[in-house]
């Protein structure tokens, strides 16, 4: 059983930081590509950024310049540093990762969590 965890989320003003956690646990071989998903209300799920295996990062654009992701292939974990951020970056973040098990690549997802950014 493979299990994702986030942690870090919580309210912030307008221009502060957050530090969001993803911690990948189980039966896994491997760890391909991760990624950050975020859900606001009434709004579809967007991707927010990704980074592959090897630590290429890449974003999207409204977040481009103001957060950041990385990994530690070797504890299985990803985070995303968010600065100078904005009230419309108020979402449920997802860990989402494609991971290696006994049974092949399996895209997994975390229960998400929560980031308030309000004055």
């Known amino acids: 059983q493979v299990q994702l965890v986030e942690s870090g989320g919580g309210l912030v003003q307008p221009g502060g930081s957050l530090r969001l956690s993803c911690a990948a646990s189980g039966s896994i071989f491997n760890i391909n590509g991760m990624r950050w998903y975020r859900q606001a209300p009434g709004n579809e799920r967007e991707w927010v950024a990704g980074i592959t295996s090897g630590g290429m990062p890449n974003y999207a654009d409204s977040v481009k310049g103001r957060f950041t992701i990385s990994r530690d292939n070797a504890k299985n974990t990803m985070n995303l540093q968010m600065n100078s951020l904005k009230p419309e970056d108020t979402a449920v973040y997802y860990c989402?990762?494609?991971?290696?098990?006994?049974?092949?690549?399996?895209?997994?997802w975390g229960q998400g969590t929560q980031v308030t950014v309000s004055g």
């Open positions: 989402n990762a494609e991971i290696v098990t006994g049974r092949g690549v399996v895209n997994y």
